[in-house]
């Protein structure tokens, strides 16, 4: 189990860039599959984008809506992860919440990840 923290939302408009980081517990860190989600007022949680380390390799996933402009990192000796995202859109707008999983590599579905934070809000003025 981990715990969960989310920063870096903000209000920004519609081109710009915000960098969303998840700074989490444990000193296990490097074992858990981590993931972006958002979720709108009324929309169900949707997968943005989710990183593992198996063996000495790093893999990423992204939803094909954001992969373009998003990019997910992670810095195991901060126990953080990041999401740095360009070219922000209206329909980004949304909280954004960090996820983890010891189970799971390479999971878009919310049902995989035992642990969440509180997310932070996105808001993309148009």
């Known amino acids: 189990q981990v715990q969960l923290v989310e920063s870096g939302g903000g209000l ?7 960098r969303l980081s998840c700074t989490a517990s444990g000193r296990t860190f490097s074992n858990y599959h981590m993931g972006w989600f958002r979720q709108a007022p009324g929309k169900e949680r949707e997968f943005v984008a989710t990183i593992s380390e ?7 996933w992204y939803a094909d809506f954001v992969k373009d402009r998003f990019t997910i990192s992670r810095d195991n000796a901060k126990n953080t992860v990041d999401l740095q995202m360009y070219n922000l859109k209206p329909e980004d707008t949304a909280n954004y919440l960090c996820a983890a999983t010891l189970r799971v590599a390479g999971s878009s579905n919310p049902n995989e ?12 003025s148009s």
């Open 12 to 18: 920004v408009q519609a081109g710009g860039s915000l």
């Open 54 to 60: 198996i063996g000495v390799n790093t893999y990423t």
């Open 113 to 124: 990840y035992d642990d969440w934070g509180q997310g932070t809000q996105v808001t993309v």
